[in-house]
């Protein structure tokens, strides 16, 4: 059995025939940009928990150089009430005085605040 076709069947049938592959072609196409795409949504996803955990790192930072100035201030708050002590100490004339019993009891006595100011700051 022979099937005849006219010029105009065959030319019908040659463009199905075309359209089906070219369908296909772009098919794999838009399967290759969806794939692409979700690449580029995990990586963008990535950059952007990178970039939270650095603004996380950041304020961390900043909240440990707020806590270190104060600290810093309090020091030398501290540093100056301890040079002020010192100084209070020498300028009295009773640690200087040549007793025997009165310049121990006195010199001990300073000396225990002395070193209780510092024991503070430990």
């Not at 022979?2 to 070219?22: K, P």
């Not at 002020?84 to 009165?102: D, G, H, I, P, R």
């Not at 310049?103 to 024991?119: D, F, K, M, N, P």
């Amino acid at each position: 059995m022979q099937i005849l076709l006219t010029q105009a069947e065959y030319d019908d049938l040659l463009q199905g025939s075309w359209a089906a592959d070219n369908n296909d072609f772009q098919l794999k196409e838009i399967d290759d940009l969806k794939a692409d795409n979700a690449k580029a949504r995990a990586t963008i996803k990535g950059t952007r928990a990178i970039f939270h955990q650095y603004l996380h790192k950041t304020k961390e930072v900043r909240l440990l150089c707020l806590k270190l100035e104060a600290e810093n201030a309090a020091l030398k708050k501290h540093r100056g009430e301890i040079l002020a002590m010192v100084s209070e100490q020498a300028e009295n004339e009773t640690l200087w005085f040549k007793s025997v019993y009165v310049t121990e009891t006195i010199l001990q006595g300073e000396l225990r605040r002395l070193h209780a100011a510092l024991e503070v700051r430990r």
